[in-house]
């Protein structure tokens, strides 16, 4: 395993334990409010004024850890498309060496299926950077448009019937863009598996 794989999984891995420390952090937050509740309820405004505290302290750990973990996502990313740059380049090298013993003994068949391979390899080539960029794209979370996390946030409110703030409602539905068919998906599939094979 080299060291940029080894980084991968790392990062990855990073980003697991931060996404299950944001959901612990997340029940603390609830438990923390159902104390509050409690509390409240049996007029102790002081101990209800900790618990309160508890709470928006459990839900800024939660929110900065989310943040975190995707930011984390974000670079797994981009080391997930080096790897695999890496890859399909060393395949290629390997293509550009059987072409060069080709050229030498001049067999047409022997070069044709040689530029056969090397165009299925840049294809190849063309599906993974496209997946990754759409990816890391996706993933970056920090440069995410704030219109699109509004446009989000108001339909995730709309569909379970909850009213956001003023300036939320004046957002617009997201557009929804077509994506591959089913076959495309699984023709791209298989040769995201054979490239990472």
Excluded: C
Aim: aromatic residues 4%; without cysteine.
């Amino acid at each position: 395993m080299s060291g940029l794989e080894k980084a991968l999984f790392n990062l990855k891995f990073t980003t697991k334990q931060l996404n299950r420390q944001a959901a612990k952090a997340g029940k603390d937050e609830v438990a923390e409010k159902n104390k509050l509740k409690k509390a409240i309820q049996q007029n102790h405004s002081d101990i209800a004024k900790i618990y309160a505290q508890n709470a928006i302290r459990k839900q800024n750990e939660k929110l900065n850890l989310l943040r975190l973990a995707s930011r984390i996502d974000a670079v797994s990313s981009r080391v997930q498309t080096a790897v695999t740059m890496r890859q399909v380049t060393g395949s290629m090298a390997n293509v550009v060496r059987g072409m060069d013993g080709a050229m030498k003994s001049m067999d047409l068949e022997k070069i044709s299926n040689v530029m056969d391979r090397f165009e299925t390899q840049f294809e190849d080539l063309d599906v993974a950077t496209g997946y990754y960029e759409n990816a890391t794209s996706s993933a970056t979370a920090v440069g995410t448009p704030q219109d699109d996390v509004d446009k989000l946030m108001n339909q995730v409110a709309d569909e379970a019937g909850v009213e956001l703030q003023t300036e939320m409602r004046n957002a617009e539905a997201p557009v929804k863009v077509a994506g591959p068919s089913e076959a495309q998906e699984d023709g791209l599939g298989e040769r995201l598996r054979a490239l990472r094979n």
